[in-house]
């Protein structure tokens, strides 16, 4: 019996592939599996080949391995395109419409088994074509062996919103492919080990759980435009938000969604917007204003393939240079990288608590396949949410002078106390020009170097923080260190080695936690830095900040999905 | 009663002697102590320009955002906290070419706020540049054929993005400016003011003396109905944008909801959480 | 007598001070001198202190000189701010009908001499207030000794388009001044010594050599929207292109700006745009669709006093992180620094041809100091000026084809061949998404890397170049290396040092000519580079890029305004 | 005669299969065809969505931009080349929303370039979200409360804004949409074509059958005449610009000037440079 199990589910785009892959991913968590999802899909809204591929597991993984179980086909592409994904005496099913297209060397090679399903002709049966994906779960689960009642209950909490008539006529598909007359099942060898029976939460997107994270911490307006891989976001905020006095507003374009946050959060409001890379170069202008006005926001970046246009559905972590460095001038700015699933909704309610502590903006740096996909949550920590506003003057406090307030006074911590509009005598002035401690701008008889100062320099305490999570530490010779969604397939891979690795997670891109970051580059021979880009981004910026060049390596991959275990495996065993 | 003094915050402009702006500023200064808007709930946002340095003027909270953003800064201030009396201003570089987009889209949110354009059909601050209503012809030292295109019609477009609220004033007419300039704030929902704000330095075509000849004001004519969004479009065309007075208020349209951000509680009790996460499901 | 003179000539911003100064560094351009000015302006149009230096001198320089020999204040703000700038028996002028506002004690530690001269009372006397400039020059050049013939003929020429009647207006003026009966004046040590009758050419700003360069380089098309320091260089192209057939578009916004010349340059026009720092933020998705559609574009960035709007009149080198890094995603782009006056013409000329030899965007990045200083201008090399258009494909040889022409080719070296719309055969489609070597969009079989790998390693030939330009090499243990107008400052340190000082400018800062630079890391013990920012950002780049950290160096300075000559001669002693 | 097929490169369309996009397309085909446009010479501008796939399916010159940006590359094109027809094409969020600042601009630049919207109401390639059309109350992931505001009306803004052709088509009714086509690649300077090209996928309530109930057409209409502003401007109010047809051609406008930059030769001479050098005295 297997402790886990990989399906590739794929077939036409806009044919329910998806669904189909979310339903198995559910049943697995309610039997008490670890599950992780992903999905290959492209900028077209139906036709085309998508794919999702559905991972459970008795471990905890945050990736998917690198081959199939199994390969459900739902349209030609899939087989032609996925086949070849399959493990040693893996599965290919397909649909018994289709006809097989098949690499026969490859499938003999590899001790293939193919088993045609009757999955067109059940739903014609049953039911109508829309119910392809309720079909193709019956015949998924029933290889793989799963209680059909626990099926069920998935089916019936999908479709109960729309009403008992259809939850009954999905059933009766479900049905029909549970208790299809199949001689050729038999002998099936995927069956998997039910490890526990508990129900291991809900199935979910990273995505999610920031918005859930911006809920939890306070966060009532977000503004912002939609883009691939971030929207979803906003639809959790929209959804959401009204609920707590909050509101959500679909801007004309990401130069408005970033201004208006600026301008919501000067007045009080903890705000957010979220985009990706293309959003992200338009928002550079607001970056800056609300560095040099010392606004608060945040800001989500889910990373997709770039430049340009790029691959809008594809992965890849190449804006941590515009992010880290973009925008004319120079200010101040925080960049955290979610590197888990639960990352998501801390690092969110982090975010905004640092937005605050040090008036700057802070940007989440996600990455399509942190934010995109599927895993199943089972428990958020209530305690670990705290709320911390930062300097706040209290009306009560502000006393009527002549003066207007000091909304920028030096300050040790260079940090000065914010008020807000509607506080009496509280009255300021806020300009994106240089200014003075009372806001004013500076005039030719000033000296331009003060505030600037104290903007650059109040991010300082955050050099000294451990914003690198190390996950293994046995004093070993070589350090591999992954953030956002690399992070997790470089764990797998450590966990798949006969050898001990050390590793972490870099959380804090910026500042980068330069005390912490230097012991290491001391203590290690080598540090890998794994990443999804071109030029080994982030690698070149410890190289600007720390040195160590000789120390340092990078693994690199930008063909538009996730690296594969086995890549950083190789690199693993290279170098140790 | 409130003194416009007291809006005023003593800093001394830096716009040249005789700028039309001036006459702005006071008149807003004057709107704001009749309409007795409590400083502190008083929210003035400008963008970049000459004309945009009004912000920095006001005894108020102000912002002085960047170039052509400053509806966007003045309409998240306005849904954080519907309580106060939001301005937006700047100048017509800053609203009709950089902003353009977000001055159509403003008006159709129709939000609460204020927008004060002062037009001097140049760019003050660049230092006499064409502007999108500057005349066919201008010459500057972009242009130095003279600018091709006809000038935008910022009244029309507004009408057209679906204002509800449309006035003009001019720098020269401070009485009705004061008056101009009440309404609108006391308008619910957004009120668009274009006043023609000469610029003395770099406009020499443009001058109080051409707006004085050349304006029409609708205020002298008995029979004339704002409520009319018809009338109003023909006027606008039939002076080609030179007239002053209100043109155009609907009080009929319905209000979008306001909101109040910064009242609603950050903090969320442990029982919500486990609701929002159930609903994850 | 002196070879060298340095004036300041302060007042209220727009009262004719730039023009005093102008025609005063006309006067000496005449005389044979090398001149150099410098503004020093606020973002009001009239009112507030302004002031102009300008520095007239044997030999060229490029930057002024720390202290002033004359100041002349025609505002009591000219007085209080600038009086102490004066050298040790420096001269102070004012105009008699202010008071005199100076620090007693500072003019007797510096013996200071003070002469009110009766600038408004002559004005009123024999003209219009319009005229003080002139007025103002009249006494300058007799305080300094000049020629009033020459005087005159400078006069005449600014004139002359306005009329006869004018110019003897503003003649009499400067006569009123000339013949003023004036017993103090005697004993005056400023005399300055002609060095050759020989006119030393037009007094133009580093702007007005950019928009030559581009008229010379075959551009054709500019659209631009105006912003301070760049807006000159519109004016220029707005005044001349239309005469060659070309044209210049003021725009609604950058984002316009941009977008209008990636078409104009598709369709097969060298353009231009130009802006400073906040309109680059708003051109950075433009960089990124031109680099991944490889259409050749020049983008001219003015640098001025950053974040946000910042300092707008104000000096600093602080837009180089977002040119090098900035824009989502990875592409290539070229960036060149002017560092001398005559580098603003020939970088130009070299932009358009990198442009279209590599099929990118290039980038010149210039500074408020390099762009609207005056300089004369002896000579350009017509022989210098080279056109290369890199890779086209001429309509003849284009072949009828059921297929459409692959305008991304993979070649040897990743460079393909360009057609324009109108030609036969060529067409193909263009777009911001990655794409194959026929310009379409990919699809989920394709290997996205190909393309990507192409764009991002064009460029390596520029690594091999000579980037940086050494001034001098003479085995020293330690080299100074400036970019744009910090360089003429180092210059000037370097050449009043008693000692040799090995020293030189980065003109190609991407790519970094890697090659060269490593060799001088591995010579020197010591590179210092000097730049006007906070971050030491070319400095972090190098180290990024290159490394040796232990070697690397910093000057910096952020004030507002270009280094002082003794803050780098301090530096260059202590290492020396 | 051409044939439409010589203007297909034979791509297969991403689009769903019903979707609006096909018949304007196709239209697009026809009118380059009958009006034997040299392939060489067409030159086709999108931006981004769904809708702005369409360069990419037609055999000639394309560029496919960014989001909101076909406008401005257009321009540059047409200006570096006049001898070109240039086709500026996109959907309602790339035109309305992100590009709104410059379609305001464009058509008061008025340079003659066609510019075609395929506005469904919605942002189809985002799956579905609210666009600057979509109807007040409409429900979507991002106003799951519905739409808050107004619709804007692209036509009357077009007015507004100075157009010289204003046009609107119905992927339902191709005929129609041919003519409109062509006569908008014809008319001299800018031609505004907004196009009802429903979402199938995304948008149920404006659908086929909705914009065949709701659209009326004023080709139908004797009296109409196209060379009145202010009728155009009437008939867009009365239909709340539900209606197809040439609305408003103005073909008295003086137009500007127009450039073959391409044509210009790059290198200058000696004598020039030398002319240029002193010129900067
Ligand atoms: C992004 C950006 N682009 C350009 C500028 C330069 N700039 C400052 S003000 C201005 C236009 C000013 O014109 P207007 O808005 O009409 O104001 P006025 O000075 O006439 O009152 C421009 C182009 C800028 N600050 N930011
Ligand atoms: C700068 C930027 N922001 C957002 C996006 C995401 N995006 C792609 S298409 C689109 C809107 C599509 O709507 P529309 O223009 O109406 O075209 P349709 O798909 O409906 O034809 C958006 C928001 C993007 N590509 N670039
Ligand atoms: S330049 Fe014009 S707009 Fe600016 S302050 Fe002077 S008069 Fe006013
Ligand atoms: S999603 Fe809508 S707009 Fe996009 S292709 Fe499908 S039907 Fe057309
Ligand atoms: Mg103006
Ligand atoms: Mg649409």
Chains 1, 3 share one sequence.
Not at chain 1, 86 to 109: M, N, S, T
Request: proline content about 4%.
């Amino acid at each position: 019996m297997n402790k886990e199990i990989q399906v590739l589910i794929g077939g036409v785009q806009g044919d329910g592939i998806l669904a189909t892959g979310v339903y198995y991913l559910q049943v697995l968590s309610r039997m008490g599996y670890h599950v992780y999802g992903k999905r290959h899909f492209t900028s077209r809204i139906r036709g085309g080949n998508s794919a999702i591929i559905a991972y459970g597991s008795v471990d905890k993984k945050g990736c998917p391995k690198d081959d199939m179980d199994i390969v459900m086909a739902l349209d030609e592409d899939t087989m032609e395109i996925y086949t070849k994904k399959l493990r040693k005496r893996g599965l290919l099913l397909y649909d018994a419409a289709l006809d097989l297209k098949v690499d026969q060397e490859f499938i003999k090679d590899m001790e293939i088994e193919i088993i045609p399903l009757p999955i067109t002709e059940v739903v014609k049966d049953k039911g109508k074509m829309i119910m392809k994906n309720v079909c193709s779960l019956g015949f998924l689960t029933r290889v793989t062996v799963i209680e059909p009642k626990l099926v069920e209950s998935v089916i019936e909490d999908a479709f109960k919103d729309k009403g008992e008539k259809i939850v009954e006529k999905n059933k009766k598909v479900l049905q029909g492919a549970v208790n299809y007359d199949f001689t050729s099942l038999k002998g099936v060898n995927y069956l998997i080990e039910p490890v526990t029976k508990k129900d291991r939460g809900p199935v979910v997107i990273g995505n999610d759980l920031i918005g859930l994270g911006a809920v939890m911490s306070g966060c009532r307006f977000m503004a912002a435009y939609p883009i691939t891989p971030s929207s979803e976001i906003m639809h959790y905020l929209s959804e959401h938000l009204p609920h707590y006095g909050g509101k959500v507003v679909q801007t004309e374009d990401e130069l408005a969604a970033v201004n208006m946050i600026i301008g919501s959060s000067y007045a009080g409001v903890r705000s957010i917007t979220a985009t990706s890379g293309p959003g992200m170069s338009l928002m550079m202008e607001g970056l800056g204003l609300a560095a040099m006005t010392e606004v608060p926001i945040v800001v989500v970046d889910v990373q997709r393939k770039g430049p340009s246009t790029g691959l809008p559905t594809k992965h890849e972590q190449s804006d941590l240079n515009i992010l880290y460095y973009g925008g004319h001038g120079e200010f101040p700015r925080i960049i955290l990288a979610p590197a888990t699933f639960e990352d998501c909704f801390y690092d969110t309610v982090e975010a905004f608590n640092l937005a605050e502590e040090y008036q700057c903006p802070v940007i989440i740096m996600s990455d399509s396949l942190r934010s995109l996909s599927y895993e199943n949550i089972e428990d958020l920590d209530f305690d670990r949410i705290t709320i911390n506003r930062g300097k706040l003057e209290m009306e009560e406090n502000l006393q009527d002078g002549t003066e207007s307030f000091q909304r920028y006074k030096n300050t040790e911590d260079h940090i000065s106390k914010r008020v807000f509009t509607g506080m009496k005598n509280g009255l300021h002035h806020t300009t994106g020009l240089e200014h003075g401690e009372y806001g004013f701008p500076l005039g030719p008889k000033d000296d331009y170097r003060g505030q600037a100062v104290k903007r650059m320099e109040k991010l300082a305490p955050l050099e000294r923080t451990k914003g690198i999570k190390m996950y293994q530490e046995k004093d070993n010779k070589v350090l591999f260190l992954g953030y956002g969604s690399t992070f997790s397939v470089l764990q797998q891979a450590v966990k798949k080695m006969d050898r001990t690795v050390d590793y972490g997670a870099i959380k804090q891109i910026k500042p980068l936690p330069a005390v912490q970051l230097k012991k290491l580059l001391e203590h290690y021979d080598t540090v890998v830095i794994v990443e999804n880009n071109y030029t080994a981004q982030l690698r070149k910026i410890i190289q600007s900040e720390i040195g160590y060049h000789h120390k340092l390596d990078s693994l690199l991959s930008y063909d538009g999905d996730n690296f594969q275990i086995e890549e950083i495996k190789e690199k693993i065993k290279e170098l140790i | 009663m409130a003194k416009y003094q007291e809006y005023s915050n003593g800093v001394e402009p830096t716009w040249c002697k005789g700028c039309g702006d001036f006459s702005v500023l006071r008149s807003l200064q004057v709107a704001a102590a009749d309409l007795k808007i409590p400083q502190e709930d008083l929210m003035v946002v400008s963008g970049i320009g000459c004309s945009s340095r009004i912000s920095g003027y006001m005894d108020s909270y102000t912002f002085h955002g960047v170039h052509g953003r400053a509806l966007p800064i003045a309409q998240g201030i306005k849904l954080a906290n519907k309580d106060l009396t939001v301005i937006a201003a700047g100048g017509d570089g800053d609203g009709f070419a950089i902003g353009a987009g977000h001055f159509i889209h403003s008006t159709k949110r129709n939000l609460d706020i204020t927008y004060i354009v002062m037009n001097n059909q140049i760019y003050g601050l660049t230092k006499g540049h064409a502007s999108p209503v500057s005349e066919q012809g201008f010459k500057t030292p972009s242009t130095p054929q003279g600018s091709e295109d006809l000038p935008l019609q910022p009244g029309l477009l507004s009408l057209s993005a679906g204002a509800t609220f449309l006035a003009q004033g001019f720098s020269g007419y401070q009485e009705e400016l004061i008056e101009i300039i009440k309404k609108g704030i006391e308008h619910k929902g957004f009120s668009f003011i274009n006043i023609f704000s000469p610029c003395i330095t770099f406009n020499k075509t443009n001058t109080y003396q051409w707006y004085r000849k050349n304006l029409a004001s609708i205020s002298q004519e008995g029979d004339y109905d704002p409520e009319n969004y018809q009338q109003a479009m023909a006027k606008l065309l039939e002076t080609k944008g030179l007239v002053t007075g209100i043109l155009y208020e609907n009080k009929r349209i319905e209000k979008r909801e306001e909101t109040a951000l910064t009242k609603a509680p950050l903090a969320l009790g442990k029982a919500e959480f486990q609701k929002l996460f159930q609903a994850l499901y």
